[in-house]
């Protein structure tokens, strides 16, 4: 089955600063990428996702990139703001037959004043 | 809110004893799935269903069950439950299945004593 590892498991930046968050995906099948943004307590939110269709997404100050032949892709978090603090979860499935999404570890982001 | 709900909230009880966690999914939305959360772990998938059919089995346990009811609610039942089975217990629900955007209730936090 699939299985995804994500990097780092915690990530502390600065106000301002960038934040990248990286997974890799073992199933080459895999060609649906969803993160999840999930504050303490809540539920999981989608936040973005890209299909292996494309290379790039964006969405205001998040953007998504995915390479098939490496197999891995990464958020992008430009701008920060304390209110991106959050557990971040990227996710792979195939689009096709009885595939379900396999969720990564999750990374811990804290954005400091 | 993702339109997808939950109920209860919290739920306390004992060793032993048996419970059933409910989910309605969004307007239209044809599959249900369900996940744990334990403390600092990711999110761990149980099982999917698509129009009141079992699609896809995770890692769910034989004292765990869940059904898909006419007007598309799930129920997931879990008995003879022990201090581990303590979790967070999300919902979610996508149109169709592989490939398919999925939305998250707000989750029950189970605690067994």
């Known amino acids: 089955g699939e299985n995804v590892e994500q990097h780092p498991s915690t990530l502390s930046v600065q106000e301002g600063d960038s934040a990248v968050i990286k997974c890799t995906y073992s199933d080459s099948a895999s060609n649906y990428f969803p993160w999840y943004k999930q504050e303490l307590g809540k539920r999981p939110q989608l936040i973005i996702d890209?299909?292996?269709?494309?290379g790039e997404k964006k969405d205001q100050r998040i953007a998504v990139t995915l390479n098939k032949t490496a197999k891995h892709f990464s958020l992008h978090i430009t701008e920060t703001q304390p209110e991106d603090s959050a557990v971040y979860f990227c996710a792979a499935s195939a689009n096709s037959g009885y595939s379900t999404l396999t969720f990564g570890k999750g990374t811990m982001l804290l954005v400091s004043p | 809110d993702s339109g997808v709900t939950q109920t209860p909230k919290h739920l306390i009880t004992a060793t032993g004893q048996r419970v059933t966690l409910r989910c309605s999914p969004r307007s239209g939305d044809l599959s249900v799935y369900w996940y744990q959360q334990s403390l600092d772990q990711g999110l761990q998938f149980l099982i999917q269903y698509y129009n009141g059919e079992e699609r896809a089995k995770g890692n769910i346990l034989e004292r765990f069950s869940a059904q898909q009811f006419p007007d598309l609610h799930s129920e997931l039942n879990l008995s003879s439950l022990e201090l581990g089975d303590s979790a967070l217990y999300f919902c979610a629900s996508s149109v169709i299945g592989a490939g398919d955007e999925q939305y998250f209730g707000p989750g029950t936090r189970l605690t067994v004593t």
């Open positions: 890209i299909r292996s269709n494309v």
